[in-house]
Structures are given as structure tokens and as C-alpha cells.
């Protein structure tokens, strides 16, 4: 089965405490990409990945970091969060085909 | 670059009744755009989507219509039904490498 999983569901932090939010797909696709969704604002991209270690920034990447040693892994590294980082995080995977995403991580930081 | 606004954040429909959901974008280059549904405590799905070449498109009750001249897009769902309560995301692209630039959503609420 087609799957994009992220882990985990729920994370609640504090301010400055290192944090990695995984992800892992089994569909073989080059393309992976995060985005978080805040209420009014809809999805929006943070990071993207076109292949194994290439990387390029979204609509808003200030704040974190990602990266892509292998093809199924993209995971989103928040080093210092903060509480404008609260928000549902989710993965994609995909980009001629359609997008697969995860069930989401909802990250709060206090 | 892409700007896409969507129309209205939140829709209220009795079960039975059609639901339409619009969506302008800024880009005319744009030639992709998908419709994404998301469920509480789930990734976005997409449902349906259309291409620039063609104006309309149809799977069963669902419908998606394109207007390039006018730049703008609209989601159409006949005879609602309680599983069609969501929240609803259209996006645009202009394709090769660009990715997805979505609207801020529409929640979707079916009244029994």
C-alpha cells in the first residue's frame, strides 16, 4: 500500500529544544516536500526535495532545516523551535504524480 | 510568483443539496490544478483534478470546471452527502520542477 508516514502525531516542546519531525515513504518518488497548515492560511510549503541530497527552500523555510541522505527519508529538523513554529505539520511525497500526504504531526511549542 | 485565493473559507449545505467551492490563481502560465481533500486527523487526498487543456471534468458526483481567460477554477459536489463534510484544498502549478501552491481552504460542513 502507497503510504507517506510521519512520526510522530503529536509533540508538544519547549522554546530552544531540538526537535526532528520523520518522514518515510515506500512509493519510490524523487520528490518530497513539507508543509505546515495554520488556520486562514491553508498549506504552505517549508522545504522540498527534488532527489537524494538536493534540497531547496519553500514559501517558508526561516527556522528550519531538512535533509535527504536516502531516497524514502525527508525528515524536518526544527533545531531552535519556537512558538510561531506551533502548527500541523504534514509530508508529501510526489510532484507530477499526485501529491501523497501524511497524517500530519500537530507541534506545539511552549 | 503563484497566488491562488479561495472561495468562501467556510460552506454550510444541507445533505442533498450541491456544494461549490472557487478558486481564483494569479499565474497564467499555471497549467495543473488538483483538488485536495482532507479529513480530521488525516493528510490531504486529492480527489480530483484538471489540466488547462480541458474545461470540465467529472467522476461521479465531483466536477471541477476551468476558465483560463478568467483564471479561475471552482469545485463542484451534487447530492451532498455526510461524508463529504472536510476541508478542502485547491492548488495550482505551472509544472516541470515547481511545486504546489495551494488556497488557504474551504471547511465544508453537510447538515443533516
Known amino acids: 500500500e502507497a503510504q507517506v508516514t510521519q512520526n510522530p502525531r503529536y509533540l508538544i516542546t519547549v522554546t530552544g529544544k531540538k526537535l526532528t519531525v520523520t518522514c518515510s515513504q515506500n512509493m519510490n518518488h524523487e520528490y518530497m516536500s513539507w508543509y505546515r497548515q495554520d488556520p486562514g492560511l491553508g498549506l504552505r510549503q517549508i522545504y522540498y526535495?527534488?532527489?537524494?541530497?538536493?534540497?531547496d527552500k519553500g514559501d517558508v523555510p526561516e527556522g528550519y532545516k531538512v535533509s535527504r541522505k536516502e531516497k524514502r527519508n525527508f525528515p524536518l529538523i526544527l533545531e531552535s523551535p519556537s512558538p510561531n513554529q506551533t502548527s500541523l505539520y504534514f509530508c508529501?511525497?510526489?510532484?507530477?504524480?499526485?501529491?501523497?500526504f501524511g497524517n500530519g504531526t500537530r507541534l506545539t511549542v511552549t | 510568483g503563484e497566488n491562488v485565493e479561495q472561495h468562501p473559507s467556510t460552506l454550510s449545505v444541507q445533505e442533498g443539496d450541491s456544494a461549490v467551492i472557487k478558486c481564483t490563481y494569479s499565474d497564467s502560465a499555471s497549467n495543473y490544478f488538483p483538488w485536495y481533500k482532507q479529513e480530521l486527523g488525516k493528510g490531504s487526498q486529492l480527489i480530483i483534478d484538471?489540466?488547462?487543456?480541458?474545461g470540465e471534468k467529472k467522476d461521479q458526483r465531483i466536477a471541477v470546471t476551468l476558465n483560463k481567460t478568467a483564471k479561475h477554477f471552482s469545485l463542484h459536489i451534487t447530492e451532498t452527502q455526510p461524508e463529504d463534510s472536510a476541508v478542502y484544498f485547491c492548488?495550482?502549478?505551472?509544472?516541470?520542477?515547481?511545486?504546489?501552491?495551494f488556497g488557504k481552504g474551504t471547511h465544508l460542513i453537510i447538515q443533516p
Open positions: 526535495s527534488m532527489n537524494v541530497e538536493v534540497t
Open positions: 492548488a495550482a502549478r505551472r509544472g516541470g520542477a515547481d511545486g504546489l501552491t
Open positions: 484538471i489540466r488547462s487543456n480541458v
Open positions: 508529501a511525497s510526489g510532484a507530477l504524480t499526485p501529491l501523497h
